[in-house]
T-cell receptor
């Protein structure tokens, strides 16, 4: 089945540790995105990538890093520099230029203790 | 980044009632999208609108792209319990880069 997968569903980490969230898609989509969602709020863009080996900062990139070495994968690292990392993280993808309909993965809930 | 003004923030309705929610923006958008999110899950696309004035239906859902290109609404007719969730609007401006701006969501509760 085609789609976007995120793993794990729930993640717990100690304060001060870096953690990497996985996002994989087999839709052959060019563009991928990471969003953060806090309770009762909308989605805020962290990073996006329109093509392999290229990515841009979104609205709240500080304390996060990404890589795009393969078309189907766009992992997000939450670093210790992120002041308030506990949140629900959503990955999305689109087919690329000319297509602006984003499809979302199931999300990863990160809790930093 | 820009966030859209979505209203109402929450709604409590009886099963069978119709529902209406809307989004407004200070900027012109080329595309409006409506998503539904269940608790702990990713948003699921309901309806996509690509042209000003466009009216599109998906079952009991109907959405319209405002003529001014600065607003959109979503209607749900004859609500059922599984309509419960958070509904988000999203818009894409002319700047490209596939970036979407999201509304703050409307939380819908359907009382059986």
């Amino acid at each position: 089945d085609g789609g976007i997968t995120q793993s794990p569903k729930y993640l717990f980490r100690k304060e001060g540790q870096n953690v990497t969230l996985s996002c994989e898609q087999n839709l052959n989509h060019d563009a991928m995105y990471w969003y953060r969602q806090d309770p009762g709020q909308g989605l805020r863009l962290i990073y996006y990538s329109q093509i392999v080996n290229d990515f841009q900062k979104g609205d709240i990139a500080e304390g996060y890093s990404v890589s795009r070495e393969k078309k189907e994968s766009f992992p997000l690292t939450v670093t210790s520099a992120q002041k308030n990392p506990t949140a629900f993280y959503l990955c999305a993808s689109t087919a690329g230029p000319g297509s602006n309909t984003q499809y979302f993965g199931p999300g990863t809930r990160l809790t930093v203790l | 980044g820009q966030q859209l003004n979505q209203s109402p923030q929450s709604m409590f309705i009886q099963e069978g009632e119709d529902v209406s929610m809307n989004c407004t923006s200070s900027s012109i958008f080329n595309t409006w999208l409506w998503y539904k999110q269940d608790p702990g899950e990713g948003p699921v696309l309901l309806i996509a609108l690509y042209k000003a004035g466009e009216l599109t239906s998906n079952g009991r859902l109907t959405a319209q792209f405002g003529i001014t290109r600065k607003d959109s609404f979503l209607n749900i007719s004859a609500s059922i319990p599984s309509d419960v969730g958070i509904y988000f609007c999203a818009g894409q401006g002319p700047a490209g880069a596939n970036n979407l701006f999201f509304g703050t969501g409307t939380r819908l509760t359907v009382i059986p």
